[in-house]
């Protein structure tokens, strides 16, 4: 899919401003060599907001596991907003050195959940064993990169390609005024596919999803909720509800449903 990879320096057609096309980092795109002009942009299969990505596949959720930096509810905000942007997700629980082995054991014991419905790795940017089987991921696809500044993605891309010597450990100042958050979003052609390391991916934002629409996106509620008793139960406090029954026998774990719960609440602060 992806060949050789040349650069050509293009700007949009004037025209496109009057026609609402807006080409974007990712677009497939026709362009006229000669006169450095993109002339038509392909239909997009997928529309990341932030940071503005057109067709991407996937994403690489990266999270900390090292305690107390990680905790499900961030994770879950993650696979909340690409169910949404109709991502496939993959989970990369990073730093797996800073732990102790009851910690390991404890986090495995949470993550056996997310495995059902993802693929779920483990891994330290000091071990090569666990990072370099990372790099099949990439053929054919474009990626990026997700997670909380400081989650380890910059360290991660260095690993896998020393080339791009990315600045890493820039947390301070990330959380800082915005100095240091760049919006310059680039592609990186690697292992047959693109990779986009992005700096803004930390900060969700669910403004335009609708509380009542939250529930189609916890994916383990799917088949569930089609035994509610009413068809659009929100699985708060309507009767015959087969979420909450799930949550009592242990098919849905607490932290899911309390994640849903406060989601969901946001959304509704959201409305007033
Ligand atoms: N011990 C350990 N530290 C890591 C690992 N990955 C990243 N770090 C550290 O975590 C900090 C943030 O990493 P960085 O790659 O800049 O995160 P980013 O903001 O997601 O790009 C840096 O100080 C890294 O050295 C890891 O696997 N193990
Ligand atoms: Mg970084
Ligand atoms: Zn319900």
Redo the contacts with the bound molecule.
Sequence with gaps: MFDGVDEVPCRPRGLFRHQAIDPRVGDTVTFEKKEGLITAVDERHSMLKRPPVANVDQALI?MSANPPEFSTILLDRFLVQIAIAEIDGIIIM??M??LSPDQTKALKETMRFYERYFDVRY????DEKTTEPLKSLFKDKLTVFA?Q???????LINVLSPDLNLK????SK?LGRGKHTTRHVELWHRFDGFIVDTPGFSKLSFEDLDKEALRDYFIEFKDVQARCKFRTCQHLNEPGCAVKDALENGDIPAHRYQSYQKIYEELRDLEY
């Design positions: 990266l990073t730093k050195d800073l891994i330290s940017k000091h997670g500044t400081g989650a380890g993605k910059s360290s890493t450990g820039e947390i990330a």
